[in-house]
């Protein structure tokens, strides 16, 4: 399985914004739309969510969201399908992101 993201610096700047996003669906989409990779997903992931019975990019993009403290509230919700699983998860993305900076500098 693949998926694709491209990055785009510009688009990057105006994803600052983020209470424009929220009341504009179209600029949310529009930096959406820019800020895309292509990535090959390895089997074992692939099986792994299979095995729990969830897409993987449902596990991505939850992962990324917790990993940008990107919250969902009923009052101002998102349209781009990112939400924070809690503060534990959020937690436990930023302590597995260090984990990651940490062995590469050690390589």
Not at 7 to 36: F, T, Y
């Amino acid at each position: 399985m693949t998926l694709r993201v491209t990055l785009d610096p510009a688009a990057l700047d105006a994803g600052k914004d983020d209470n424009r996003a929220r009341r504009e669906p179209e600029h949310q989409e529009k930096i959406m739309r820019k800020n895309k990779i292509t990535l090959s997903l390895p089997p074992e992931f692939i099986r792994l969510c299979e095995h729990d019975g969830i897409k993987p990019e449902v596990v991505l993009r939850g992962f990324i969201a917790d990993l940008c403290g990107i919250m969902n509230w009923a009052n101002n919700p998102r349209t781009d399908g990112y939400s924070s699983n809690g503060s534990d998860e959020r937690l436990l993305c930023r302590t597995l992101l260090r984990a990651c900076r940490l062995s590469l500098h050690q390589s």
